[in-house]
């Protein structure tokens, strides 16, 4: 991948072989991820490789609406842009982050960040979800919003997690108060070696926040951590 920027007066081409694309979750809060610390985590693991952060359709700066597909169409259209990437899915994201990297050539690692199973997506969570999602995103009406969410807890994800190749990495809150720990577990177990898991003990539903956590993330995509399982208290 290359783009074209100037630099002061000069004109330059930037050729990237290799990167970070980092995915967010649900949105819970209007803006951007420019706007909500995602260029900072951006910064800090671009020591390791180039990073790229974006918003999925329909949220932040980005065009078109919030669907499963359309947020899996926008990942792999990134990730196939470079000839290695690793992807870091937080909640919701890592949930489309396993689902896009089950059809990828070129994953090299994946980060799986309190990711949700689909079954979790009760009717009265989608209808709490979508109170604040039709705030901040483009959803849709409530019948709209209901079948996306209706094609994500159909979606099989436990098939598609078996199914990544690369190195995998599951990191969970033991107290994630929104996506219960047991989904981190579960996940891990369907994962085909190589894998690894970090424990985050005490740990809520918004380890992006964690120092320790995303340190802990980036010695881990820089090869550092050998064990397979690791409890990170908090």
Not at 146 to 170: F, N, P, T
């Amino acid at each position: 991948m290359f783009f074209d920027t100037i630099f002061g007066r000069n004109f330059g081409r930037v050729h990237l072989g290799s990167a970070v694309v980092v995915c967010h979750g649900l949105p819970y809060e209007p803006g951007s991820v420019v706007d909500k610390g995602y260029s900072e985590l951006a910064d800090f693991l671009s020591r390791i490789a180039p990073t790229v952060v974006f918003d999925f359709s329909g949220c932040g700066n980005s065009r078109g609406k919030f669907g499963l597909e359309y947020w899996v169409e926008d990942l792999r259209r990134i990730a196939e842009k470079f000839d290695r990437v690793s992807i870091i899915g937080y909640s919701m994201g890592g949930l489309v982050a396993i689902r896009t990297s089950a059809e990828l050539g070129n994953l090299d690692r994946l980060v799986s960040i309190s990711a949700p199973l689909p079954e979790i997506f009760s009717e009265d969570r989608v209808e709490m979800m979508f109170e604040n999602a039709s705030r901040i995103m483009r959803t849709g009406s409530f019948e709209e919003f209901r079948r996306e969410m209706e094609a994500i807890r159909e979606l099989d994800l436990r098939r598609y997690a078996r199914k990544v190749k690369g190195q995998k990495l599951v990191v969970h809150g033991t107290k994630d108060e929104v996506v219960p720990f047991e989904c981190g577990e579960a996940i891990y177990r369907e994962f085909q070696e190589p894998k690894y898991l970090i424990r985050v003990i005490n740990g809520d539903h918004f380890l992006r926040r964690s120092p320790k956590v995303m340190s802990a993330v980036a010695e881990w995509l820089e090869g550092k951590i050998k064990e397979r399982e690791i409890n990170l208290s908090l």
